[in-house]
């Protein structure tokens, strides 16, 4: 059974910090991974969307990277500024034509001015 | 820009009431799906549709029924509401995309209360 676990659950950073947001997962035959971002109550908007073919993804000031062989994927931040302050959470889609994500409890970032 | 839309943004019900979640999307997506979004456990798929007319089960269908009778509505039941139901609950739509990489854009929410 996939299995998506995001460390830490909470983090504090001062502004201008670059971070790394964890995302790892049990079983490695994944489609692809989504990363998202949650504002208090807002629904999930879509940051960066890895298939399962590449090693990283960029938007901005913001980068994904993906090893499937270890489970693992990593957000990065660079720059952080207090409007970066929300919750984070990666998804994995476990198979083609399937729609079926499995998310991660995501991690919540505070990024203090 | 409406995207999804989700109503009511609230509902407090009792225990053994039934009420119906509108989730509308104007994007055209053919995947429309429903989570419940609960402390610590993540969201967690319900129900979804591959397209008009069509619905399938998620990893939490149970209390639950659904139906997509157009395209850009996906419509979420409870049948007799139990305080386990308590929770927030997000919809979201997708194109169809042969190598399944298409992001999917979501509601702001329902938060239902039962009592």
């Known amino acids: 059974k996939q299995e998506v676990t995001q460390i830490p659950a909470a983090l504090s950073v001062p502004e201008g910090e670059n971070l790394v947001l964890n995302c790892s997962f049990t079983d490695s035959a994944i489609y692809n991974l989504q990363w998202f971002r949650q504002d208090p109550g807002k629904g999930l908007t879509s940051l960066l969307l890895?298939?399962?073919?590449?090693r990283e993804q960029t938007s901005g000031r913001l980068n994904a990277s993906l090893d499937k062989s270890s489970g693992r994927s990593t957000l990065y931040i660079a720059a952080s500024q207090p409007g970066d302050s929300a919750t984070y959470l990666c998804?994995?889609?476990?198979?083609?034509?399937?729609?079926?994500?499995?998310f991660g409890t995501g991690t919540r970032l505070k990024v203090l001015a | 820009n409406a995207g999804v839309t989700q109503t009511p943004k609230f509902r407090v019900l009792k225990t053994g009431q039934s009420m119906t979640l509108l989730c509308a999307q104007d994007m055209n997506h053919e995947y429309m799906y429903w989570y419940r979004q609960d402390p610590g456990m993540g969201l967690r798929l319900i129900h979804y549709s591959v397209g008009e007319g069509t619905t399938a089960k998620g990893e939490v269908p149970d209390g639950y029924n659904v139906s997509r009778l157009k395209k850009q509505n996906f419509l979420l039941g409870l049948e007799s509401a139990a305080p386990s139901q308590t929770s927030v609950y997000f919809c979201a739509s997708s194109y169809w995309d042969r190598l399944s990489n298409q992001p999917q854009h979501f509601g702001d929410g329902t938060r239902l209360s039962i009592l």
């Open positions: 890895i298939q399962s073919s590449q």
């Open positions: 998804a994995v889609l476990r198979g083609s034509g399937t729609y079926k994500y499995i």
